[in-house]
């Protein structure tokens, strides 16, 4: 059984940065991509970054430059750098492994970028 939990998330002023975490159980972490996604309240869930198991990245424009998601294969851990936040950030964060014959998720955890 595959388990995901983030952990990081909080208040943060605009311009401030966080970093999240994501613990995988299981034995089969590192030979599949994993990825970010995000929801904020009235929209739809969106993803945010990618990371393939040999450490190839991929970014929402909205965060280019700016978010940067690597990958700990040894530690079954995936992260999310977040620097420069803006107020739009502001949303439920969630861990993504996507498996042939099911889609995990984490529980997630609130990002608040506010003054």
């Known amino acids: 059984q595959v388990q995901l939990v983030e952990s990081g998330g909080g208040l943060v002023q605009p311009g401030g940065s966080l970093r999240l975490s994501c613990a995988a159980s299981?034995?089969?972490?590192?030979?599949?991509?994993m990825a970010w996604y995000r929801q904020a309240p009235g929209k739809q869930r969106e993803l945010v970054a990618h990371?393939?198991?040999?450490?190839?990245?991929n970014y929402a424009e909205f965060v280019k430059g700016r978010f940067t998601i690597s990958r700990d294969n040894s530690k079954n851990t995936v992260s999310l750098q977040m620097n420069n936040l803006k107020p739009e950030d502001t949303a439920v964060y969630y861990c993504n492994l996507p498996l042939p014959v099911r889609n995990y998720w984490g529980q997630g955890t609130q990002v608040t970028v506010s003054s």
């Open positions: 299981g034995s089969i972490f590192n030979r599949y991509a």
């Open positions: 990371i393939t198991s040999g450490g190839s990245t």
